[in-house]
């Protein structure tokens, strides 16, 4: 780290020398000293292989003219304005070249909403395809960076932009004085990108203004068919409804409704803070006819509405998802341990918290009129006790499977017998064979899974030393 840092011919040999080794460099500027932190790039630059640059100013990164910033290999770049995330009007602003046609890996740019970027002059490589579950749409993109409650709230602004968490975000206000509203809607959903960069928006809440026109949602009410939503997690948040709330309106902790892509996203909210109280809810997302890929849930889930603990009602694809919350069905609710209903597909994930409602529930959904595979259910499936354990309609995956067409499920989905307290894979349509009811100790033991379940050291699944059901390979990722 230095105050401030300009590249010039010795600096750019000293880093072309470390990342043609293969270490990857980051120069960060503090603006310590009264200086200005400003970072600028005065010499070309070229390196070939996988190592990654990283170029974050205090302030401002710029780029002069005549200088060429290039890899040849899969490098990154990243050019990161007000490093500190303190809207200090960062600015990335490039009258260079970066050159990234002989590359397959990512540039992005990272400016303040006060600040401003100029790309200057962009080559990108013509043959470049985004990394599975990446959520990336271009190989090179200029983000806006989100540094605050009210950073997040303008986006609002500009629902067709390209946003990145700055920092983590302490969004407690939103339980006190900043009435929240859910960015974009089903007439004009959020079309663009949001990355969280890994960071978390914690302590999020938002009270229900249907009575002023502005229904809770969630952080988005809509997600259109080109939004994406990316590497981000909201913790301990809670969206609450009221009398007002409209009947079947989709509330989601992240997004109302998902039309587009969301990938690596996650939310936590607990059970005291009285996390839902709805319509179709779900933990994640409200309803779901767009992807949902390795994403998760552990919030509670509670309301009298069709419920899940992921997905309140999917028509769209959830791969390699799970969720753990305790999805509580009030009067007239019903549940899932990870979807209400489903009516799209629901592929090699699972569901493990305590689902119950007093007229039925399912380990893994509610209903099923389309495909469930390679999934399981492993939480407690609860009926009114008053009424005794043949009242209401309830099953180890399901409750209602394949109404009206009885649809079956797939051969490889399985339940935990002993911990759902569950003999039937369906409380009411098709079954699945009794034997995919496995005892904890079986689903501790890949033997006990068909072969389509992959348990080898780069397969999707594994089970480690001690837990009792298998999880998704992708959650060990650091």
Known sequence: ????????????????????????????????????????????????????????????????????????????????????????????????????????????????????????????NSAWTAAPYSGLIAQVTGYKLVNSVGDLQNIALDLGGAYALGKDLDASATDTSFAFSSLGNATTPFSGQFDGMRHVIDRFTQF???????????????????????????????????????????????????????????????????????????????????????????????????????????????????????????????????????????????????????????GLAQSNTGLIEQSFASGEVLGPILQGPDYGTYGGIVAYQGLPAGVPLASNVYWDKETTTRTKSSGYGAQLPASNGLTTAQMSNPASFDASWDFSETGTWVIPTGATHPILRWQLAP
Request: charged share 10%.
């Open 1 to 124: 780290m230095t105050p401030a840092f300009t590249i010039d011919d010795a600096a750019a040999h000293a880093l072309h020398r470390s990342l043609n080794d293969g270490t990857s460099v980051n120069v960060t500027t503090t603006g310590a000293n009264g200086a200005t932190g400003d970072l600028g790039v005065a010499s070309s630059l070229r390196w070939s292989g996988p190592a990654s640059l990283t170029l974050a100013a205090y302030r401002h990164v710029s780029v002069t003219s005549g200088t060429t910033i290039a890899n040849d290999g899969t490098g990154n770049l990243t050019l990161r304005a007000d490093a500190s995330g303190i809207d200090n009007g960062g600015s990335v602003t490039s009258d260079g070249t970066i050159d990234w046609s002989k590359s397959t890996g990512i540039v992005g740019a990272l400016y303040d909403m006060n600040g401003s970027y100029n790309p200057g002059t962009i080559v990108a």
């Open 208 to 362: 229900d203004q249907s009575s002023t026109g502005q229904p809770a949602m969630g952080l988005f009410g809509a997600i259109g068919p080109t939004g994406v939503v990316r590497n981000v997690g909201m913790t301990n948040a809670r969206v609450v409804t009221n009398f007002y709330f409209p009947s079947g309106l989709p509330l989601g902790i992240l997004a109302g409704a998902n039309h587009g892509v969301i990938t690596y996203a996650y939310t936590t909210g607990g059970r005291g803070s009285g996390a839902f109280e709805g319509a179709v809810l779900g933990g994640l997302v409200g309803y779901n006819d767009g992807l949902i890929e390795r994403s998760w849930s552990s919030a509670f889930v509670g309301s009298a509405g069709l419920l899940g603990g992921l997905v309140g009602g999917n028509g769209g694809t959830i791969v390699q998802s799970y969720a753990t919350g305790t999805v509580s069905g009030g009067y007239h609710g019903s549940g899932g341990g990870l979807v209400g209903a489903n009516g799209g597909t629901i592929s090699q994930s699972y569901a493990t918290g305590q689902v119950s409602g007093p007229f039925s529930a399912g």
